[in-house]
């Protein structure tokens, strides 16, 4: 009992986090790299999470410690201000297919892309899709019930809520979509009208 | 002078064209264009050079001084001259400031093209020695203590996750028969992936129409990983090194190889 | 120094098959480089193939032609240990050439 | 699905690229150069415009033999063969080649001498999705051959 108290208190102040990575690693780390435009060093300091979801897949899992940041990451998830779930599917597209965004190539001042492509397949008549995630085409038929429409946000703003140490980026949580390009993503996933819902011809 | 003029039959590893680009790389057939730059490694291997006016014929790749075939196949290893292991731009480099007397600062500076430019000497010599390598069995040294720790510092940052999307090496290295878009991912846990991705650096990249080294590849891939820059030679650099040559250690140097 | 060309010719049934790589940057000039100066168009304008002194094929290329060219052609005749040569000239007044012999 | 590789082979001793430089050589591609190259088709920045440079609009014959792949794993570097089925489509002089989506169009011309055979293979740049063509003269008249080409975008990044 005593430790699971520990690590209770522990996790409720969240910012104390467990030090899961050797101190000389950070500081290798920090010495290989240097600051690129937008892409400064701070970039390597992990949350949590993050050094939560960096061990080598074959390790132990602490449940207790995995539990309470699944929790943490679904209470943190932020759903739109004026309840509207669903923006244009045509311009959810495009964020679909643009990987731009946060690189030190990339321009700070063009909104970022979702890269969905890179990892799932979406409109049967893309051809270039990425198989590291689940086929997402035709996710339409699931409709549009409230419970799917949250479960879909939370997907897109956090995964980690359902799925830790998923490899899918947080997209709202780490502000790499903000909300209309996530409720145009949401159509471009959910609208009858969108490519993803069109029959494979 | 030997001039090389074999012509080098290019294995393309089975995870670069599950089927779809096949008949691409069938049209393709097997001239590449890294014979060129094979050829250009080799002169500069014998160009002298730097304040000294030496070649690099009396550089120590870990095989004796001189010695060039087969030497890529065992890096990254320790030298007790530097008292580090080392991969082989940065043991270049050292030869270059210990045997020609150039000044290290300014050979590191810009050691990989960038757009416009047709190859550096760093990428030529890396793919002339990678060429003597061709066919020898991959067998990266793990002797030295150092080198062990080197190995389990590459282990550690596979699988470190940072920046604004979470991306470790093993987002999208740790799975087999994966790919991004239609770019196949070898899974560098897997001896099988590992060997043939290892050995197949450097590679002709036609769609920069330059020969790349493991050095840039690690590069670029920290900055689609929305990483800050990765510095040329870093222990970052030549720990990942280590882990991709010891898991892909026994399989076969084919490189350089013909990639997107 | 010309620019360097690898070729290979090797008898085909009663036709020789010439296999050309040419080392070319073939710049179209509508790129910018890192520091965002444009990069002058730089490409291989003309190029013949010859089998001995006889000119067997002459293209001329636009920027296109993607960068270390390659280049395939047949033609009739030719035995083992003919001359083979390929030129080329470049918009920037730049030549290159190589020479092999049919195998 | 790790089907065995293409024929792993080390070094092929068979086939021997030899690049012999030899000493200056009177050039006679610099002869014939600036006579007859089509600069005002290699201008055109449309696909209708650099066929109209050429000639008449080229009508569509089987005897073209056009190899692309459907799928380019890349746009710079896209192989490609042109043949010709000389029973149906005899006294072929010239083979052009067209890449409808580039800012021009023409990519390249080749100039046939009689008792070449008609056979080209090289490799052109295509800037997206699109059809490639394949333009021969026989007999002052031009025939062609069209293919579709899709070039994805590739890597990680966008």
């Known amino acids: 009992m005593k430790t699971t108290l520990w690590k209770m208190t522990l996790l409720l102040g969240i910012g104390i986090a467990p030090t899961a990575v050797s101190e000389d690693l950070a500081a290798v780390i920090q010495a290989s790299f240097s600051d690129r435009g937008q892409a400064t060093l701070l970039r390597l300091e992990q949350d949590p999470l993050q050094q939560h979801c960096s061990q080598p897949r074959d390790q132990p899992v602490d449940d207790e410690i995995a539990m309470a940041l699944r929790q943490q990451r679904l209470d943190a998830v932020v759903f739109p201000a004026d309840g509207d779930f669903l923006g244009d599917w045509q311009r959810g597209a495009t964020v679909a297919a643009s990987g731009r965004g946060l690189q030190f190539n990339d321009d700070p001042s063009i909104a970022n892309g979702g890269n969905c492509y890179a990892c799932h397949q979406l409109a049967p008549s893309e051809v270039a899709y990425g198989t590291l995630g689940p086929s997402l085409t035709q996710y339409g038929l699931r409709g549009q019930s409230d419970a799917m429409l949250r479960y879909t946000w939370t997907k897109l703003w956090d995964t980690h809520a359902f799925n830790l140490c998923s490899h899918m980026p947080r997209f709202g949580a780490q502000k790499i979509l903000d909300e209309q390009q996530l409720k145009d993503v949401m159509a471009f996933l959910l609208d009858p009208n969108s490519s993803v819902n069109q029959p494979t011809e | ?260 | 120094m010309a620019g360097r060309i690898k070729i290979r010719a090797q008898k085909k049934g009663e036709m020789t098959e010439v296999k050309a790589l040419m080392r070319h940057p073939m710049e179209t000039g509508m790129r910018k480089d890192q520091a965002g100066e444009s990069i002058p168009a730089h490409f291989i304008t003309d190029v013949a193939v010859l089998h001995g002194d006889q000119t067997v094929m002459q293209a001329h290329w636009g920027a296109a032609v993607s960068a270390n060219p390659f280049l395939g052609v047949r033609f009739q005749g030719g035995q083992a240990g003919d001359a083979v040569r390929v030129v080329w000239t470049d918009n920037q007044g730049g030549t290159g050439e190589g020479e092999t012999t049919i195998r | 699905m790790n089907k065995t590789e293409k024929g792993r082979v080390s070094r092929r001793r068979l086939l021997n690229w030899v690049a012999l430089l030899s000493t200056a050589v009177a050039l006679p591609a610099r002869a014939w150069a600036a006579v007859t190259r089509p600069d005002t088709a290699f201008g055109a920045t449309a696909l209708d415009q650099a066929l109209m440079a050429l000639g008449e609009t080229p009508t569509r014959h089987e005897g073209v033999i056009f190899t692309t792949p459907d799928i380019a794993e890349n746009g710079a570097v896209v192989p490609i063969r042109v043949e010709v089925d000389q029973t149906v489509l005899p006294n072929v002089s010239k083979v052009y080649v067209l890449v409808e989506m580039n800012p021009n169009p023409l990519a390249a011309v080749f100039d046939i001498a009689s008792g070449t055979e008609v056979y080209i293979e090289t490799r052109v740049k295509v800037a997206q999705t699109g059809d490639l063509y394949a333009v021969v003269e026989s007999d002052g008249q031009l025939f062609m051959a069209s293919r579709e080409t899709k070039v994805t975008l590739g890597g990680c990044g966008g």
């Not at chain 2, 604004?164 to 290295?173: E, G, K, V």
């Not at chain 2, 846990?189 to 050995?199: F, R």
């Open chain 2, 1 to 260: 002078m030997i001039t090389r003029w074999c012509l080098l039959w290019l294995a393309f590893p089975a995870w670069a064209d599950e089927g779809v680009f096949d008949q691409y790389r069938d049209l393709m057939g097997d001239d590449n264009p890294a014979i060129f730059v094979i050829d250009e490694g080799e002169e500069f291997w014998y160009q002298s050079q730097g304040p000294s006016g030496a070649t690099l014929e009396a550089c120590d790749l870990g095989l004796g001084a001189g010695v060039t075939r087969g030497a890529y196949a065992q890096f990254p290893r320790y030298f007790a001259d530097t008292d580090r292991v080392m991969d082989i731009e940065t043991r270049l480099i050292h030869c270059m400031e210990t045997l020609q007397g150039r000044d290290r600062t300014v050979t590191a500076a810009k050691p990989y093209s960038l757009r416009g430019d047709f190859g550096t000497e760093l990428e030529a010599l890396v793919t002339w020695l990678a060429a003597e390598s061709e066919g020898v069995v991959i067998a990266p040294e793990q002797g030295h203590l150092k080198e062990r720790a080197m190995y389990a510092l590459g282990e550690e940052i596979f699988f470190y996750r940072a920046g604004p999307h979470d991306f470790s090496c093993a987002t999208c290295h740790e799975q087999s028969d994966k790919r991004i878009r239609l770019q196949q991912l070898p899974n560098l846990t897997d001896h099988h992936d590992a060997a043939d991705a290892y050995g197949s650096w450097p590679a002709y990249r036609m769609s920069q129409g330059l020969v790349r080294t493991m050095g840039w590849r690690l590069q670029d891939c920290f900055r689609q990983q929305r990483w800050p820059g990765l510095t040329f030679g870093s222990e970052v650099s030549i720990a990942l090194q280590t882990y991709m040559a010891v898991n892909a250690a026994g399989g076969i140097m084919t490189a350089p190889g013909l990639k997107r």
